[in-house]
């Protein structure tokens, strides 16, 4: 569990122990039916957003529960300007997201919803529930996951689209040599094209496929054991499909591998370009050492006009190669190439263009180390970030995450691409104390 996790914990237990105190009906309670309610507060970011994911996971809902039920069926999110969808996806304690869930708050249960934030000054959604049973509502959606469609595409087993984004997941590779690079051979697992407002972030190649860096998804012998996809929840704030490899050897360094179980999982939101990607790694024997990576190019324009951000130790920095370099190629560079934090964006002002990628990888304890930094490799600048964890114990489950995002505008003020690393951090938003109301 990271330590952010534990943290934020920390703060609910000792929030919904102060508020087991207080009894009194706000005067703004949203509906008297819904008996119980908890702020969610999200900092201000310094640029007004839309559309930014939220996750709560099960755990944390349980600890605001306490000892009281909480009716799933009854959750709801109240924004500024009033109810906002909200979606509970289910995996009842098995780890995976169930077809035919129980209803009943599990720890890996999450519920999701996107928010809106301004420029200053925080945010505060309110999350209600009941202690009694209330049915849930359904919301509208333009978020969809199907059988893929497009001649094009056929390298991708099910398809995601909404307004913004168009991408395809895919399965196992079904070439005749798995160990021979290939278009069929790169991408088994993975996002084999994406789109967001029209341009084209990954596929067309071999290598271009994200996220680079997750397990099993190049040649070799393991990229013919991935399953299927299969859809795992559909609307109304995001829609999911999961791919599985119930076994594969993965290579730890010497002669040596290792026998892990992967999953995949693929989430679009609703209402704006953000993909989540999600691996699940469980060894199946105990593993002492494990060096896992991640890198993701940001190709430049050839005027020099594109600018690539990231942080170092927080301090956002850009970076904007000129022309001539651009032709000479930036392989070793600087500052093209060094240490900087796991996320990087880039603004392409002719195209009022901003994309980003941000990496939350999988350390757990103090002794597993992270790294990122960036490399110069032609006309692009690429993220490389990765981190190298000790003695993972058979069965228990690492867990990463990578964003890919977009935004329609122009962010050549830096405001936006500094705000990004804060906007996708697993703590964006913070609970506060439960209070009671409604008619209980
Ligand atoms: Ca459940």
Redesign the pocket.
């Given at each position: 569990m990271p330590y952010t996790m534990i943290a934020s914990l920390l703060a609910l237990l000792i929030g919904s122990t102060v508020s087991a105190l207080g009894q009194t009906t706000e005067p703004g309670w949203w509906n008297a039916r819904w008996t119980r309610r908890a702020p969610l507060t999200l900092a201000p970011s310094g640029v007004a957003v839309e559309g930014i994911p939220v996750i709560i996971h099960?755990h944390l809902l349980q600890a605001l529960a306490g000892e009281e039920e909480l009716s799933?069926g009854s959750l709801r999110v109240i924004g500024p300007q009033g109810e906002v969808p909200c979606q509970?996806d289910?995996?009842?304690?098995t780890g995976r997201v169930?077809a035919a869930?129980?209803?009943?708050?599990?720890a890996d249960?999450e519920l999701t919803f996107q928010a809106d934030l301004p420029a200053r000054g925080e945010t505060t959604y309110w999350l209600y529930w009941s202690t009694r049973p209330l049915p849930p509502v359904s919301y509208p959606s333009d978020c969809r996951v199907h059988e893929p469609f497009g001649p094009t595409e056929t390298l991708s087993d099910l398809q995601f689209h909404n307004r913004q984004v168009f991408t395809g997941l895919r399965g196992p590779s079904r070439g005749p040599e798995p160990t021979q690079a290939s278009n069929d051979t790169h991408g088994a697992g993975t996002l084999t094209f994406l789109y967001m407002y029209h341009e084209r972030l990954a596929g067309g190649d071999w290598g271009r496929k994200f996220p680079r860096g997750a397990l099993f998804w190049q040649p070799g012998p393991e990229i013919k054991k991935w399953g299927f996809p299969r859809p795992i929840a559909q609307g109304p704030v995001r829609c999911g499909a999961s791919v599985t490899l119930d076994e594969g050897n993965l290579p730890i360094g010497g002669d040596q591998t290792a026998r892990v179980r992967v999953e995949h999982r693929v989430w679009l939101f609703d209402r704006s370009a953000v993909v989540l990607f999600e691996e699940f790694i469980t060894p199946l024997e105990p593993i002492a050492r494990l060096s896992l990576e991640f890198s993701c190019p940001f190709s430049l324009g050839p005027q020099g006009e594109d600018t690539v951000w990231s942080s170092v130790g927080g301090q956002a920095a850009s970076c904007r190669p000129a022309a001539e370099q651009l032709t000479r190629g930036l392989d070793g560079l600087r500052p093209f190439s060094g240490v900087n934090d796991a996320w990087m964006a880039r603004q392409q002002p002719a195209r009022r263009f901003l994309d980003a990628t941000v990496y939350v990888g999988a350390t757990r304890q103090a002794e597993d180390q992270q790294s990122a930094g960036s490399r110069g490799q032609g006309q692009s600048v690429v993220l490389v970030a990765g981190e190298t964890v000790t003695n993972i114990a058979a069965g228990e489950t690492l867990y990463r995450r990578f964003w890919r995002i977009a935004f329609s505008r122009d962010g050549a003020d830096g405001l936006l691409p500094a705000a990004i690393p804060q906007l996708f951090s697993p703590d964006l938003a913070t609970a506060g104390a439960v209070e009671k109301g409604g008619r209980s």
């Open positions: 099960g799933v509970f289910e995996c009842d304690g169930v869930p129980n209803h009943r708050l599990d249960d």
